[in-house]
Structures are given as C-alpha cells and as structure tokens.
C-alpha cells in the first residue's frame, strides 16, 4: 500500500488563518509552479515521518423545497509514521449537520492505529428526537474501540520509496508526470499559519484525468480492474465543475493548501423520481473542500486510549452496554 501521507495528497488532488502580502509574483509561468508544488509535496511527504493537517468539507442541497441540507465536517489532526510499521492517526471532529431548522453538532476525536479506531464523543447538540438525552449520556466522554474491516492491518502499512511494489511505482510516476490542473492564474499572496505563500486559481484538466484514471486501472492489475474499471470518470466529469484555488509556500515550492468548490450540473429534473412512500436521496448540489498540511517532522505523541469498551449500537438502543 503506498505512503498513507501521499494516499492523502493524491485524493486531495484528484477531487482536489489567511493574511495579504505584497511579495513579488514568481517569474515562472502559473501553471509551472503549481505542478512543481505538487511535485515536491509529493517528495517531502515520502520523506517526513510526521505532519499536521486540517481538512474542511461542507456541502448543501435542496432534499425538498423547505428543507435545505447542509453537512459540515472539520478534522484537525496528526500523523506518525516513525514506526513504518505502525502508522498513526489522531483527529478532532467536528461534525454539523442542519435539515431545515433542526441542527446536530458533535464535538470529539478520533485515533486510529494499525489494529483498531478509537473515538471519544465529548459533547453532542442535537434535537431529543433525534438523539435522545438518554442515548447521549450514554455515548458522551467514554473511549469507544470501532471493528475495522477485514484485512485492514495488511493495508495499514506506511512505505517509503525503497519498499514500494512495481505497480506502486509506475502509479507513483504517473502521479507525478500528470498535470491535474489548468488555467492556473495568479492571485497575489497570503499568510496561512503564519507561512507566506503564492496564491493560484485553478481549473481540473479533465482531459489530464481521464488519461490518469484509465493508467491507473492499467497498472492496478486484474484483481483491481473490478473496482476501479466499474468507475464511470466520462459521467463524472460530465456531471461536475471545479473550481479550485492552489497555496504555494514562497520558502519551500511545498504546496501549503489546496481548497475548491465541486458543483454539481447535473438538472434536477435528470434525477430519478424516488418510489412513493420513500425517502428521497440527498444529492449534494455544491461540495466545498480545504486541505491544509505542516510541521513536517515535528515529533507528535499519539496513545492509544487505556480502558475503551467495544462500541455496540444495538446494546446502546436497547438501554445498555
């Protein structure tokens, strides 16, 4: 399995505290240095052991006429992989969710390690229908240990250059040669935590993602093909625009933060009519991302939690653990 910090990068890409400055624009053209930032972040994350990011979701539909859909998701978070062995993971979550004018909001942190998901829920507001009071004082400031998929462990293995397979390779180069973006455009330039960075506007390179996805399905091999050749990229890059904004660190060529908006263009009036008596699917019609990484190498401590108790819905419901 390739390096889960370049697994992160690589998604980031593909679907893809700010002040201003007045630092002179670079003399390369745009397009250049945002590939080249793309390109050494994909180096420096094969090379760090640890790193911190933030990524922000959030999208919002319209289910029904008086009922808006909105979801909101922050994570903060670290990431140790001085143990290649034992990769780890910790993340605060915050989660909103608003129907109409009923709001869920649950604060809480997540852990994940090689051989088990830990979750903590330290507060939670939300409507008693929703979530009655009884079933939160339940969840709230206990560790709860999640069952992982099967197989899991095998995957959950950080490697660096030296241990990657042929496939991961050639994937890894093909990451690296593909330009996903195009029009790239200068915006002036910006402090985000305290680093100054080149601001660039940009637009998917469809074309460029199409050529990708159909490598990546050639190099995945046979056992892959039934996962990734199932994928319609045409439909989805038919249904979609993106509009995307690239942060380039002036010290370092690193790319500090990618952020966009993926809209959906797809008509309304296309989507499947639900059954009577069913519930309509949410389809988000706007879908906003910003993800946000540093402290390359600066040491983290992330422990497994002492004392966490198998989480067990159905028991929950029922009244018990």
Do not use: H
């Amino acid at each position: 399995m390739k390096s889960l910090k370049y697994i992160a990068l690589m998604t980031a890409v593909v679907f893809t505290v700010t002040a201003c400055g007045n630092d002179p624009e670079p003399d390369k053209a745009a397009n250049d240095v945002v590939q080249e930032a793309i390109v050494n972040s994909s180096k420096v994350l094969a090379d760090v052991d640890t790193l911190a990011f933030s990524l922000e979701l959030g999208g919002e539909s319209d289910a029904a006429a008086d009922r808006k859909v909105s979801l909101e998701v922050d994570l903060n978070g670290v990431l140790d992989e001085s143990d290649k062995e034992n990769p780890k993971i910790s993340m605060e979550v915050n989660f909103t969710s608003k129907t109409g004018k009923e709001k869920v909001w649950v604060n809480g942190e997540m852990r994940l390690f090689r051989d088990g998901l830990y979750l903590i829920v330290n507060d939670v507001k939300a409507p008693e229908a929703q979530l009655p009071p009884a079933l939160i004082g339940q969840l709230v400031d206990k560790w709860w240990e999640m069952p992982l998929p099967p197989n899991f462990e095998d995957s959950f293995v950080s490697k660096d250059d030296s241990s990657l397979t042929d496939e991961e390779k050639k994937a890894k180069e093909l990451f690296e040669k593909t330009r996903f973006f195009t029009d790239a455009e200068y915006d002036g330039s910006k402090k985000i935590d305290g680093e100054k960075t080149y601001k660039y506007t940009v637009k998917l390179d469809e074309k460029a993602i199409k050529e990708y996805w159909e490598e990546v399905v050639k190099i995945s091999g046979e056992e892959n093909n039934a996962l990734f050749g199932s994928f319609n990229i045409d439909e989805l890059l038919e249904k979609i625009s993106f509009d995307g904004e690239i942060f380039v660190s002036i010290d370092t060529m690193i790319m500090k933060r990618l952020s966009g908006t993926v809209k959906n263009d797809k008509p309304k009036s296309s989507a499947a009519a639900p059954v009577d008596g069913a519930t309509p699917a949410v389809n988000m019609d706007e879908f906003s991302f910003s993800y946000t990484m540093g402290d390359f190498g600066v040491p983290v401590n992330i422990e497994r939690p002492v004392g966490a108790q198998m989480f067990n819905l159905p028991a929950l419901l029922g009244g018990g653990i």
